[in-house]
């Protein structure tokens, strides 16, 4: 069992930053990697980004290569988006997310996720 906590959503304008915190806590060992992903209105939910647990690599979204990054803190059991360059299509709910064997698989970029874990969401508004 894993639990995520998201902070660090807000408003701003198209061209500021953002960087977003997701706090783990349970038995984040079980999980290979941690990912952010978004949700806007009317929109199926899609994967950004994932972070591998073992040697932090990363993998990206089209959308977001080049202005997001994501990084973990494993001391603190913390993993970041930051955010670049926002536009308005970057609008979303943003979710915190493990992985699990058995979880729903979402794609990100050339490759995917399987996810079993979420936190509550993170609210990004960018303004034009």
């Known amino acids: 069992q894993v639990q995520l906590v998201e902070s660090g959503g807000g408003s701003v304008q198209a061209g500021g930053s953002l960087r977003l915190s997701c706090a783990a806590s349970?038995?984040?060992?079980?999980?290979?990697?941690f990912g952010w992903f978004r949700q806007a209105p009317g929109k199926e939910r899609e994967g950004v980004g994932i972070?591998?647990?073992?040697?932090?690599?990363?993998d990206y979204a089209d959308s977001a290569k080049g202005r997001f990054a994501i990084s973990r803190d494993n001391a603190k059991n913390t993993v970041f988006l930051q955010m670049n360059s926002l536009k308005p299509e970057d609008t979303a709910t943003y979710y915190c997310?493990?992985?699990?064997?058995?979880?729903?698989?979402?794609?990100?970029?050339?490759?995917?996720?399987?996810?079993?874990?979420w936190g509550q969401g993170t609210q990004v508004t960018v303004t034009s």
């Open positions: 997310a493990a992985s699990h064997p058995f979880g729903s698989w979402y794609t990100v970029g050339q490759t995917g996720a399987r996810i079993g874990f």
């Open positions: 349970g038995y984040t060992s079980g999980s290979s990697y």
């Open positions: 972070i591998y647990t073992r040697d932090h690599s990363t």
